[in-house]
Antibody, heavy 121, light 107 residues
Framework: EVQLVESGGGLVQPGGSLRLSCAAS????????IHWVRQAPGKGLVWVSN????????TYADSVKGRFTISRDNAKNTLYLQLNSLRAEDTAVYYC??????????????WGQGTTVTVSS | IQLTQSPSFLSASVGDRVTITCRAS??????LAWYQQKPGKAPKLLIS???TLQSGVPSRFSGSGSGTEFTLTISSLQPEDFATYYC??????????FGQGTKVEIK
């Protein structure tokens, strides 16, 4: 079964750090770009970051640039998102998602179940 | 690039034809996807490349448009279609973007 499973969320104080993981199975992980998308409570979807096949290219939303770092370990079939300098507005469910093909014609066809990050004192 | 969906909320009955619009702040060719999200669940990809239906998605869903204006149409709304719908533009080397969402509720 093709799936993505996130972990690592939790409660953290403002200014703190967390590392999220996204474990892939059922497909050749190294063949796909992977994205992070978040959703604050009761709000819409917000794109956060993406990474190419080998980790050589990464892109970030302006709201997280310089604070979050996306990376991947293809040998472990795992994606990571390092969250630093966390703010209350980073509170959200974080999803990892696979892009179904190369280029802007393709959408995100496989999603994890999400992991919840709560930033609060 | 910003995506603006309309309406933000709509109330409809089973069997109704429903249309949701997504407008881009600049031309994006056909580089647009549509997703369905139900409460507490991850989004589900319905349509990519503006009009390509994903495998397993019912044919009552369709997408159209190019450039700056796009539509998602549900030809005959079913009980399982009550959900929130999002459009999305992804450019591999630039930040991605979602529309703000359209919630479809039962009238």
């Amino acid at each position: 079964e093709v799936q993505l499973v996130e972990s690592g969320g939790g409660l953290v104080q403002p200014g703190g750090s967390l590392r999220l993981s996204c474990a892939a199975s059922g497909f050749t992980f190294s063949n796909y770009w992977i994205h992070w998308v978040r959703q604050a409570p009761g709000k819409g979807l917000v794109w956060v970051s993406n990474i190419n096949y080998d980790g050589g290219s990464t892109t970030y939303a302006d709201s997280v640039k310089g604070r979050f770092t996306i990376s991947r370990d293809n040998a472990k079939n795992t994606l990571y998102l390092q969250l630093n300098s966390l703010r209350a507005e980073d509170t959200a469910v974080y999803y990892c998602a696979r892009r179904s093909g190369t280029g802007p014609l393709y959408g995100l066809d496989v999603w994890g179940q999400g992991t919840t990050v709560t930033v609060s004192s | 690039i910003q995506l603006t969906q309309s309406p933000s909320f709509l109330s409809a009955s089973v069997g109704d034809r429903v249309t949701i619009t997504c407008r881009a702040s600049q031309g994006i060719s056909n580089y647009l996807a549509w997703y369905q999200q139900k409460p507490g669940k991850a989004p589900k990809l319905l349509i990519s490349a503006a009009s390509t239906l994903q495998s397993g998605v019912p044919s009552r869903f369709s997408g159209s448009g190019s450039g700056t204006e796009f539509t998602l149409t549900i030809s005959s709304l079913q009980p399982e279609d009550f959900a929130t719908y999002y459009c999305q533009h992804l450019n591999s080397y630039l930040p991605g973007t979602f529309g703000q969402g359209t919630k479809v509720e039962i009238k």
